[in-house]
């Protein structure tokens, strides 16, 4: 189980585990804001799991906490590996990088100028804008969000969290 990390400002900052989580709780850094159903014993208490936990302490936000440099594995996640040309869900090994601008030109590799995209779309649109190319994309590359940077495994958890996250994702 994972717990979602929240700033002194109700911020999130980060995901742990839960066991960290309850560390941090135990040594008066941090207090339960949401708890799982799950619970865990111990000699003489039952603790449910939390969910959600506050940092005492106001710590930086996303934006300079979060990893969200313009990698290929960032990319690849804010596209959830799905062609940003023709919507194809691709797998990480088949899907490659492409820069909507070519390098060529001098499209750098920027969040608003890089995309994921499948073999077919990448060669189609070869040193082209995609309007030479004929082609289209599906919606406007932009900066992640801190959701957008997620793996996959972890955004089942997001509706218990929602309500924490909502606007404040980075
Ligand atoms: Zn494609």
């Known amino acids: 189980m994972r717990t979602l990390v929240l700033n002194a400002a109700y911020e999130p900052i980060h995901l ?15 207090e339960i804001v949401a708890e799982y159903d799950e619970v865990v014993r111990s000699v003489s208490r039952i603790y449910k799991l939390p969910s959600v936990v506050r940092l005492k302490s106001y710590v930086r ?7 969200s440099r313009c990698t290929r594995r960032n990319i690849l996640l804010r596209d959830q590996l799905t062609c940003q040309y023709c919507s194809q869900r691709m797998n990480q090994h088949n ?3 492409d820069h909507v601008k070519p390098r060529c030109h001098g499209g750098g590799t920027v969040w608003n100028n890089v995309v994921a995209a499948c073999h077919p779309c990448n060669r189609k649109k070869a040193d082209l804008t995609p309007e030479q190319a004929g082609l289209r994309l599906i919606r406007t590359p932009r900066s992640p969000t801190w959701i957008d940077l997620l793996e ?4 089942e958890l997001i509706n218990s969290w929602l309500p ?3 606007n404040k994702t980075g």
């Open 152 to 155: 996959e495994a972890h955004r």
């Open 95 to 97: 899907i490659t990088i």
């Open 61 to 67: 936000t996303f934006r300079r906490t979060m990893n």
């Open 164 to 166: 924490f996250i909502t």
């Open 16 to 30: 742990v585990t839960w066991e960290k989580a309850m560390c941090l709780v135990v040594t008066a850094k941090a």
